[in-house]
């Protein structure tokens, strides 16, 4: 059974970095599409970043580009975001979603993934 398991979150103040981990069980993360969402309370997900593992093209929302990095490691299954500049209004659960389907890169974030892990919570605070 496929699972994804984030990891990386915590508190950090204002500016600071943070690098989030996204864990497959199963796939390496070489033929797949891979979100990052982030949910903040009483607001509805959004879509923050994706990396499609095929050529490793990435795509970012306009509030996190420049900020935040997609990567991905096939040897560790792992697939990364990095943050960087950190602002208060990043705090949120983020998220990690995979699909083995052929998505459209500035679609990832409209896209049904079939996995999703469990969320990280990342607070921004001084």
């Known amino acids: 059974q496929v699972q994804l398991v984030e990891s990386g979150g915590g508190l950090v103040q204002p500016g600071g970095s943070l690098r989030l981990s996204c864990a497959a069980s199963?796939?390496?993360?070489?033929?797949?599409?891979v979100g990052w969402f982030r949910q903040a309370p009483g607001k509805e997900r959004e879509g923050v970043a994706c990396i499609d593992s095929s050529d490793d093209s990435t795509y970012y929302a306009d509030s996190v580009k420049g900020r935040f990095i997609a990567s991905r490691d096939n040897l560790k299954n792992t697939v990364y975001l990095q943050m960087n500049g950190l602002k208060p209004e990043d705090t949120a659960v983020y998220y990690c979603?995979?699909?083995?389907?052929?998505?459209?890169?500035?679609?990832?974030?409209?896209?049904?993934?079939?996995?999703w892990g469990q969320g990280t919570q990342v607070t921004v605070s001084s």
């Open positions: 979603a995979a699909d083995f389907a052929s998505v459209v890169i500035t679609a990832c974030f409209d896209h049904e993934y079939d996995y």
């Open positions: 199963v796939f390496s993360f070489d033929h797949e599409i």
